[in-house]
């Protein structure tokens, strides 16, 4: 990581109330403006993870730091509007319209809200969305139209980081392909720092600069480039893990 930019795990190790240990030691690093795609099977610690980014999660043991500052000295709820979080179900306030889901952030921010509207019109043009649709409420979306929405609600405040946990999981794989190809080209285009998490190897290594691959029981089996996982796997449980992408795609 150049300069300590991004954001570094380091060490860090949760373990819930009731004795789960969700994250093992792990340490890895998501560079700026680089994609970083965590992922593994159900209940690996991923999300967990990426939690602890946001503080909604705080580890037992060890530190996480947001562009070379422990993120615990920094205030939860001034660090959440700083930075962009998407959910699997776009995470959309239902009752309110497109726009006002996107401007809603930047007016607690203290944005006029005008302004944050014209912006926020700007931004569902950026995702490739109508601008018909702004007058909307969620429920009268398509679950790709509602990922979108999200996408722009998350980038509305201009974040340096923007969190995504399995946001397109829950729509088609056509539409998901389109999903997936919007983000690389708006990615291309902003070049924010995302942690992207998802059990799926195929969309980590389609989406990921760098993919780090956990096991169950909250330990990193492996970090590097998609091509890196690939020609070099650590051990027989990252060989399989990707097999077991290979074969889905070739039977999809
Ligand atoms: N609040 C909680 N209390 C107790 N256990 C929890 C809590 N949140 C998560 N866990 C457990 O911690 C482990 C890791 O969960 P986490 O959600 O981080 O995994 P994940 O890799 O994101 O899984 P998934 O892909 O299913 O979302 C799981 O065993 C989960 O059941």
Redesign the pocket.
Known sequence: MEHGLGIAWKSVSKT???G?V??NNVSVTADEHRTLALV??????????LQMVNRMVTPNSGTVLIQGQDNQGMNPVTLRRSIGYVLQNGGLLPNKTVLDNIATVPVLQGTRRKDARVHALELLDEVGLEKSIQNRYPSELSGGQQQRVGVARALAANPEILLMD?PFAAVDPIVRRNLQDELLRLQSEIGKTIVF?T?DIDEAFYLGDKVAL?RPG?TLAQVGTARELIDHPADSFVASFINAGCLRSELQ
């Open positions: 819930y109330n009731d789960t969700a994250v593994g099977s159900s209940g690996s610690g991923k999300t967990t993870l399995e998490v059990h956990l909250g």
